[in-house]
C-alpha cells in the first residue's frame, strides 16, 4: 500500500507539465498538503486545480529557481516544510563541440544551481526542525555521460555528487536526502530537447510513463532510500557502466553506429 503524506507539506520545483506535474498529483492522492513552483502560472493553475479535485489542499508560487529570491520566497510560503522535490530543470542535447555556451550556462543555472538554491533554502528549517525529506530529480545522464549530450550530462553528473555529498553531511541530523535518476521519459521534455540527437542505443530504453516516476518519487520521500533508477532496463545498464566503464561506452558507442 503506497505511503500516506497526510499532515505533510511537499514543495515540488518544475511542477507545471511533465514528472512534476504527475508527482504533484501522486502526492495529492497520497494526502499531502502541497505547494507547487513553476515559471508558468497559467499551467501551474491548472495543475493546482487537478491537485484540489483530489482532494489536497494546494497553493502556487511563481518561480525562477535560477533566481535565489525566488528560491527563497518559495521555500517561506510553505507553513510547514516536509518534503522538497528538487525537479525543475530542461535539456539541450548538442555535441560538445557545437553547444551554446549561454545555453549550456542556463541549463547548469536551472537544473544544478536551481537545486543549489532551493535545497540551501529548505536545508536550515529542516535541521532546525530535525526532520525533512529532499528528493533530487536526476537522470541516468548523471552516472553515464552520452555522446551529444555533454551539457546535460554535466548538471545531472553535478547534482549526483551535490546529493552524495548532502546526505553524507546530514546523516544523524533527521533530514534524509534521496535521488530519483530515471531514463527517457513520455514528457514533452526530451521533445523540447530533441530525442533523435541522443546516442541511438540509449533510444533503446523504452520510455518511462512520469505516473512511473511519479510514484518513485512519493516513494523516495516516504523511505529516504540513496538512489532510485528505472526503467529495470536502465538499472541494469547503470549497474554495468559501474562496474565495467570501458566496457558500457564501448557498447554503447558500437550499437549506436550500426542502428545510425
Same mark, same amino acid.
Given at each position: !500500500?503506497?505511503?500516506?503524506?497526510?499532515?505533510?507539506?511537499?514543495?515540488?520545483?518544475?511542477?507545471?507539465?511533465?514528472?512534476?506535474?504527475?508527482?504533484?498529483?501522486?502526492?495529492?492522492?497520497?494526502?499531502?498538503?502541497?505547494?507547487?513552483?513553476?515559471?508558468?502560472?497559467?499551467?501551474?493553475?491548472?495543475?493546482?486545480? /487537478?491537485?484540489?479535485?483530489?482532494?489536497?489542499?494546494?497553493?502556487?508560487?511563481?518561480?525562477?529557481?535560477?533566481?535565489?529570491?525566488?528560491?527563497?520566497?518559495?521555500?517561506?510560503?510553505?507553513?510547514?516544510?516536509?518534503?522538497?522535490?528538487?525537479?525543475?530543470?530542461?535539456?539541450?542535447?548538442?555535441?560538445?563541440?557545437?553547444?551554446?555556451?549561454?545555453?549550456? /550556462?542556463?541549463? !547548469?543555472?536551472?537544473?544544478?544551481?536551481?537545486?543549489?538554491?532551493?535545497?540551501?533554502?529548505?536545508?536550515?528549517?529542516?535541521?532546525?526542525?530535525?526532520?525533512?525529506?529532499?528528493?533530487?530529480?536526476?537522470?541516468?545522464?548523471?552516472?553515464?555521460?552520452?555522446?551529444? !549530450?555533454?551539457?546535460?550530462?554535466?548538471?545531472?553528473?553535478?547534482?549526483?555528487?551535490?546529493? /552524495?555529498?548532502?546526505?553524507?553531511?546530514?546523516?544523524?541530523?533527521?533530514?534524509?536526502?534521496?535521488?530519483?535518476?530515471?531514463?527517457?521519459?513520455?514528457?514533452?521534455?526530451?521533445?523540447?530537447?530533441?530525442?533523435?540527437?541522443?546516442?541511438?542505443?540509449?533510444?533503446?530504453?523504452?520510455?518511462?510513463?512520469? /505516473?512511473?516516476?511519479?510514484?518513485?518519487?512519493?516513494?523516495?520521500?516516504?523511505?529516504?532510500?540513496?538512489?532510485?533508477?528505472?526503467?529495470?532496463?536502465?538499472?541494469?545498464?547503470?549497474?554495468?557502466?559501474?562496474?565495467?566503464?570501458?566496457?558500457?561506452?564501448?557498447?554503447?558507442?558500437?550499437?549506436?553506429?550500426?542502428?545510425?
Amino acid at each position: !500500500m503506497p505511503s500516506s503524506f497526510v499532515t505533510k507539506t511537499v514543495v515540488i520545483t518544475g511542477a507545471s507539465s511533465g514528472i512534476g506535474r504527475a508527482a504533484a498529483l501522486e502526492f495529492a492522492r497520497r494526502g499531502a498538503d502541497l505547494v507547487l513552483a513553476a515559471r508558468r502560472a497559467e499551467q501551474l493553475e491548472t495543475v493546482a486545480a /487537478e491537485c484540489r479535485a483530489l482532494g489536497a489542499r494546494c497553493s502556487i508560487v511563481v518561480t525562477d529557481v535560477t533566481k535565489r529570491d525566488d528560491c527563497v520566497r518559495l521555500v517561506e510560503s510553505a507553513p510547514q516544510l516536509d518534503v522538497l522535490v528538487n525537479n525543475a530543470g530542461f535539456a539541450a542535447f548538442d555535441a560538445i563541440e557545437s553547444a551554446k555556451p549561454d545555453e549550456l /550556462e542556463s541549463m !547548469m543555472q536551472t537544473n544544478f544551481f536551481g537545486m543549489v538554491r532551493c535545497t540551501q533554502a529548505a536545508l536550515p528549517r529542516m535541521l532546525a526542525r530535525g526532520s525533512g525529506t529532499i528528493v533530487n530529480v536526476s537522470s541516468i545522464a548523471g552516472i553515464m555521460g552520452y555522446a551529444g !549530450m555533454g551539457g546535460y550530462c554535466a548538471t545531472k553528473f553535478a547534482m549526483i555528487g551535490f546529493t /552524495e555529498a548532502l546526505r553524507d553531511e546530514v546523516i544523524g541530523r533527521g533530514v534524509r536526502v534521496a535521488m530519483v535518476c530515471p531514463g527517457t521519459t513520455d514528457t514533452e521534455f526530451f521533445l523540447q530537447a530533441e530525442r533523435e540527437k541522443m546516442p541511438g542505443a540509449s533510444r533503446l530504453i523504452p520510455a518511462v510513463r512520469p /505516473e512511473t516516476i511519479a510514484r518513485a518519487i512519493a516513494d523516495a520521500a516516504a523511505d529516504g532510500r540513496y538512489r532510485r533508477i528505472l526503467p529495470f532496463g536502465a538499472a541494469a545498464y547503470m549497474r554495468f557502466k559501474e562496474l565495467f566503464p570501458r566496457a558500457a561506452h564501448l557498447f554503447m558507442r558500437r550499437v549506436s553506429a550500426w542502428l545510425e
